[in-house]
């Protein structure tokens, strides 16, 4: 029945046929085919209970799933908490889409473990953030030669002084 797409496409219609297990590619394609009526339902979801966000974190990870699904449950507020603390465990383009929409709660030691993790993002991340990245500047132990990085991005050009203004003498002197 959900082959032949013969099942109203809807949240309890799902968690009823996978309960706590993971989707397979019955459901997933379900769930693709239905895309805008699943992305409609994550938004009507106010306050959803235990099982919806096991199946919402299902469709988040699950790379089968939309990228409409998908961006949709990274926008909803009530669904923060499946990636809030550790935004650094979804693909590239999540991240990507979560910076450009200032959606990652700004935290030092968030982003210096996403530093950590995801090199390649972080300039980004970091540009996404300058303000509070500015503000939060002796926190970071930015290395000297990342904080000539960060001075050549648009993003710190009125801020260069601030972060030349972190290096030490000590930084210039050391052997690292």
Not at 58 to 71: A, F, G, V, Y
Request: charged share 30%.
């Amino acid at each position: 029945m959900y082959e032949k797409n013969r099942v109203i496409a809807s949240f309890e219609n799902v968690l009823y046929y996978i309960g706590k297990e993971l989707l397979d590619d019955r459901i997933a394609k379900f769930v693709l085919s239905n895309a805008e009526v699943f992305s409609d339902e994550l938004v009507e979801l106010k306050e959803p209970d235990e099982d919806d966000m096991n199946l919402v974190d299902k469709l988040l990870r699950d790379n089968r799933t939309t990228q409409l699904i998908q961006s949709t449950i990274l926008s909803c507020d009530q669904f923060n908490s499946l990636w809030n603390s550790d935004p650094g465990s979804l693909s590239d383009w999540q991240i990507i889409w979560l910076i450009d929409n200032k959606r990652i709660k700004f935290s030092v030691s968030l982003f210096k473990n996403f530093g950590t993790n995801h090199e390649t993002l972080y300039l980004r991340l970091l540009e996404g953030y300058a303000k509070d990245v500015i503000e939060n500047i002796s926190e970071f132990e930015f290395t000297p030669e990342y904080i000539i990085q960060l001075s050549k991005s648009s993003e710190f050009e009125k801020d260069k002084n601030l972060l030349f203004a972190t290096i030490t003498a000590d930084d210039i002197l050391s052997d690292n």
